[in-house]
């Protein structure tokens, strides 16, 4: 496994690799990797003959700098996981070398709508920042395919707009959410929860459900459903940040039209800030 810092190393074995007629199936992180990472690889490698993971911290999208410091960086550990999981290059720049000038006087892509909407509106910046470092590092890997979890449910739905309105030739693979056996949502951030904290967070994901299960048993009702809940999990000992019911397809409020809904989840329980999702099908009478 090749593991390259720089974009010159980087772009001549994709060269290498595209003349040799490889399929490039791309894998972006920002390290500290757990098994929700490992299945993204799994599905990547059933995509590319080549596997690149990128690990970078990107300062772009953090609002507070106290998170961005706190961010665990585990770059060993990562890099054996990956190695063990089949990867073939992993790309683990710096921010002086993705953002040579400073993120003051940096180029940036931002997503119209779909950024200021949701967890957009409480982390102004965020899907900027994303959109920004999701588009770079496509253009140094070039990827036939690039895999994300459908954890990050908003996040999923911004790249895949972001491709299609900026005609890149990509394929972009949504891999479903991997669950710890009690049903919470694998994720960096669970590590900093303590061993009190870790059994009460299933009661996310089960309060989510509980959401899904109203909706197909008929309830439309979704503000009743938002507070109920919300009550529940502050009940549990968590901080609700926000519950959001909309169109799957648009993240809009949901309508008459809608197909389905997207039940987002987003809660504090301690230092960590836990988020879930599931798609809640309609049918309509």
Same mark, same amino acid.
């Given at each position: ?34 098994? *929700?990472?490992?299945? +993204?690889?799994?599905? $990547?490698? &059933?995509? %590319?003959?080549?596997?690149? @993971? /990128?690990?970078? #911290? ?54 119209? *709508?779909?950024?200021? +909407?949701?967890?957009? $509106?409480? &982390?102004? %910046?965020?899907?900027?920042? @994303? /959109?920004?470092? #999701? ?151």
């Amino acid at each position: 496994m090749l593991v390259v810092n720089n974009p010159l190393p980087l772009r001549e074995q994709i060269g290498q690799w595209r003349r040799e007629g490889r399929a490039i199936a791309f894998v972006p992180t920002m390290g500290n990797l757990h098994q *929700g990472h490992l299945t +993204l690889v799994d599905e $990547a490698r &059933r995509h %590319g003959e080549k596997v690149v @993971v /990128s690990i970078f #911290v990107n300062p772009m999208q953090f609002d507070k700098a106290e998170d961005l410091a706190n961010y665990p960086r585990t770059l060993e550990q990562d890099c054996a996981a990956l190695e063990a999981a089949g990867v073939d290059l992993v790309f683990t720049p710096t921010p002086e070398i993705m953002y040579p000038e400073g993120l003051a006087s940096q180029t940036f892509v931002e997503v119209p *709508g779909i950024s200021s +909407l949701l967890e957009g $509106a409480l &982390r102004p %910046g965020h899907f900027r920042g @994303v /959109s920004t470092v #999701v588009t770079k590092l496509f253009n140094l890997v070039q990827p036939d395919v690039a895999c994300f979890g459908q954890k990050d449910y908003q996040q999923l739905a911004l790249i895949r707009k972001m491709v299609a309105d900026m005609a890149m030739p990509i394929a972009i693979v949504g891999v479903p959410t991997v669950r710890a056996e009690d049903g919470l949502a694998l994720s960096s951030r669970n590590g900093y929860l303590t061993a009190e904290e870790r059994a009460i967070a299933p009661e996310l994901a089960r309060t989510m459900h509980w959401i899904a299960g109203q909706i197909a048993g008929g309830n439309r009702d979704l503000a009743a459903l938002v507070a109920t809940a919300s009550a529940r999990l502050d009940e549990a000992g968590f901080r609700t940040d926000a519950i959001d019911i909309v169109d799957a397809d648009t993240l809009e409020a949901a309508s008459a039209a809608s197909q389905r809904l997207v039940i987002l989840m987003a809660a504090f329980l301690g230092k960590a800030r836990l988020i879930d999702n599931c798609v809640a099908p309609l049918t309509h009478p």
